[in-house]
């Protein structure tokens, strides 16, 4: 027998209807807003821009890389500390580089430096801590947020005590109490001392400092002998800066170099694992693009930042597609 509906029954019936579809539509919405949203920002570190001299790459003037960094569309710019100290020395005016960089829509996430703050050596690590003091000091005029902490003055040492490093560590991230700059002890693949991700974090936990950060690098954790996976038990706030690259299958990662990285996506690390990975602890970080690759400095510099951009972006959409 039919059922018959009455005209209330049926707008009844129909806002139900109406209400569930807006329910799984703004649903449906917000999930797609949460995988298209950019939860991890965008660096250009100027390696990767450098001009190809014959024998290696030299930097370019750093206005240069500000201008080449904006104009591909990046949301910040990772300098080296001895481009500004070059700029400045040359009567730069660090006011001016600031401006124009705030003007560009940049922000300066992360330096690089290379203070020996880690070695044993009293003397040189005390003048490692003064250069620690002084490309702080540089990077703050230009809004600089952290500098960069690799195991300068160390790399060829087996028996480096961890426990100490991890003082000395504290000591620098004390003096970028003082000034405003968070130094991020830094992995380096090919050193003979903090070249694992275990050994990058017992010296930042063990620093006892609440500012503690890491700076690890797909290349760097690769060429160390670290698994990825390693990443996961990493807090994610404590990773504010990724140097983001890839490696080919050969040559192997015993005698692979620096200058053997390559864009995003063109070799073989799991970039798609490394970014979920990182996404799950609760990182948002800024991916920088460090690159040494010697057949891109000879490009031009605007076609390898847009391209090595792009390839980044490529990969974080691959990775949560």
Same mark, same amino acid.
């Given at each position: 027998?039919?059922?018959?509906?009455?005209?209330?029954?049926?707008?009844?019936?129909?806002?139900?209807?109406?209400?569930?579809?807006?329910?799984?539509?703004?649903?449906?919405?917000?999930?797609?807003?949460?995988?298209?949203?950019?939860?991890?920002?965008?660096?250009?570190? *100027?390696?990767?821009?450098?001009?190809?001299?014959?024998?290696?790459?030299?930097?370019?003037?750093?206005?240069?890389?500000?201008?080449?960094?904006?104009?591909?569309?990046?949301?910040?710019?990772?300098?080296? =500390?001895?481009?500004? %100290?070059?700029?400045?020395?040359?009567?730069?005016?660090?006011?001016?580089?600031?401006?124009?960089?705030?003007?560009?829509?940049?922000?300066?996430?992360?330096?690089?430096?290379?203070?020996?703050?880690?070695?044993?050596?009293?003397?040189?690590?005390?003048?490692?801590?003064?250069?620690?003091?002084?490309?702080?000091?540089?990077?703050?005029?230009?809004?600089?947020?952290?500098? #960069?902490?690799?195991?300068?003055?160390? *790399?060829?040492?087996?028996?480096?005590?961890?426990?100490?490093?991890?003082?000395?560590?504290?000591?620098?991230?004390?003096?970028?109490?003082?000034?405003?700059?968070?130094?991020?002890?830094?992995?380096?693949?090919?050193?003979?001392?903090?070249?694992?991700?275990?050994?990058?974090?017992? !010296?930042? !936990?063990?620093?006892? %400092?609440?500012?503690?950060?890491?700076?690890?690098?797909?290349? %760097?954790?690769?060429?160390?002998?670290?698994?990825?996976?390693?990443?996961?038990?990493?807090?994610?706030?404590?990773?504010?800066?990724?140097?983001?690259?890839?490696?080919? #299958?050969?040559?192997?990662?015993? *005698?692979?170099?620096?200058?053997?990285? =390559?864009?995003?996506?063109?070799?073989?690390?799991?970039?798609?694992?490394?970014?979920?990975?990182?996404?799950?602890?609760?990182?948002?970080?800024?991916?920088?693009?460090?690159?040494?690759?010697?057949?891109?400095?000879?490009?031009?510099?605007?076609?390898?930042?847009? *391209?090595?951009?792009?390839?980044?972006?490529?990969?974080?959409?691959?990775?949560?597609?």
């Amino acid at each position: 027998m039919p059922v018959s509906l009455d005209r209330r029954e049926l707008l009844a019936a129909g806002g139900a209807s109406l209400a569930a579809s807006i329910v799984n539509t703004s649903t449906e919405n917000s999930l797609a807003a949460e995988r298209a949203a950019p939860e991890f920002g965008f660096c250009l570190n *100027t390696s990767t821009i450098r001009e190809f001299d014959g024998k290696g790459g030299k930097p370019r003037p750093i206005v240069e890389q500000v201008d080449i960094a904006a104009n591909a569309g990046y949301d910040a710019i990772e300098p080296w =500390v001895r481009d500004l %100290h070059q700029y400045k020395g040359s009567g730069g005016s660090m006011a001016d580089l600031r401006k124009r960089i705030v003007d560009r829509g940049l922000t300066v996430e992360s330096a690089i430096g290379f203070a020996s703050w880690i070695v044993d050596d009293d003397a040189k690590r005390e003048a490692g801590y003064e250069t620690a003091k002084r490309d702080m000091a540089i990077l703050l005029e230009i809004g600089g947020k952290r500098l #960069a902490a690799p195991p300068v003055g160390a *790399t060829g040492q087996t028996d480096l005590n961890l426990f100490a490093a991890a003082e000395r560590y504290r000591k620098l991230l004390e003096i970028g109490d003082e000034i405003g700059v968070i130094p991020e002890v830094e992995l380096w693949g090919f050193s003979k001392s903090m070249s694992r991700l275990g050994e990058l974090m017992f !010296v930042a !936990v063990e620093s006892g %400092h609440p500012s503690a950060c890491v700076l690890p690098d797909v290349y %760097h954790i690769y060429k160390g002998g670290s698994a990825f996976t390693g990443l996961g038990l990493i807090h994610g706030p404590s990773i504010q800066v990724f140097h983001m690259n890839d490696y080919p #299958a050969d040559p192997p990662r015993e *005698t692979i170099g620096d200058a053997d990285r =390559v864009y995003p996506g063109d070799g073989v690390a799991p970039l798609g694992d490394i970014l979920r990975t990182l996404r799950a602890t609760g990182c948002r970080c800024m991916l920088s693009l460090e690159l040494f690759n010697r057949d891109y400095w000879k490009q031009d510099p605007m076609k390898v930042a847009a *391209t090595g951009l792009n390839k980044m972006r490529a990969s974080v959409e691959a990775a949560f597609a």
